[in-house]
């Protein structure tokens, strides 16, 4: 079946400006993890989402991240002001949930701030 | 939190060699191990897990061992090919808190032909 898939696949933007990256999960995974991985780096996690339960937010670094998924199913993760620091690969990932632990992630939104 | 070392961060082989990638965890309530493949400009894809229960798990030319008492896990890839060539991640999870994934800083494997 079809994987996860995320748009745009690359995006610039110029310092200050606002955008809104999207995740399409694995039908029926009612989990979603948003990470973000930057050059030559780790995986540093974001957000996450469980079916209709509130997000874990834990991971985001600032006030400007934020993310909703609607109908328990797509995703968008949006940054408000965007700071060069925020360049990175931001990936998305999901799961069909307990006991199934495996993450299958997608490739990934390629954001340059200039 | 949970708190991921991978070492080594760059890993050069022979073709057919042998290759073992070696992660810690600090938190041991951490559950569940994955392990993924990473090459260059591409996803994430799972290879292997393991989890708290068992102490070795094989796939192929793959096999993952877990110490839970040292908290640690190691990754082996034996008869190692080019194209096994690509950044490998570990990672941990602990369960009934979302089973976010901490990840290590990553391994640059390198089979050389």
């Known amino acids: 079946g079809a994987g996860v898939s995320q748009s745009p696949s690359n995006k610039v933007t110029e310092k200050g400006k606002d955008v809104e990256l999207r995740c399409d999960p694995i039908s029926g995974h009612t989990a979603l993890y948003w990470y973000r991985q930057s050059l030559g780096q780790g995986l540093e996690f974001l957000i996450y989402?469980?079916?209709?339960?509130?997000?874990?937010k834990s991971g985001l670094p600032s006030d400007r991240f934020s993310a909703e998924r609607t109908g328990g199913s797509v995703s968008t993760l949006t940054i408000q002001r965007t700071q060069q620091e925020d360049s990175a690969v931001y990936l998305c990932?999901?799961?069909?949930?307990?006991?199934?632990?495996?993450?299958?992630f997608g490739p990934g939104t390629r954001l340059t701030v200039t | 939190g949970e708190n991921v070392e991978q070492h080594p961060s760059t890993l050069s082989v022979q073709e057919g060699d042998s290759a073992v990638i070696k992660c810690t965890y600090s938190d041991s309530a951490s559950n569940y191990f994955p392990w993924y493949k990473q090459e260059l400009g591409k996803r994430p894809q799972l290879i292997i897990d393991?989890?708290?229960?068992?102490g070795e798990k094989k796939d192929q030319r793959i096999a993952v061992t877990l110490n839970k008492t040292a908290k640690h896990f190691s990754l082996h890839i034996t008869e190692t090919q080019p194209e096994d060539s690509a950044v490998y991640f570990c990672a941990a999870s602990i369960p009934n808190a979302g089973n976010m994934l901490t990840f290590g800083g990553g391994t640059r494997l390198m089979v050389k032909p």
């Open positions: 990932a999901s799961s069909s949930g307990q006991p199934s632990y495996e993450q299958y």
């Open positions: 989402f469980q079916g209709n339960s509130a997000p874990d």
């Open positions: 393991i989890r708290s229960n068992v």
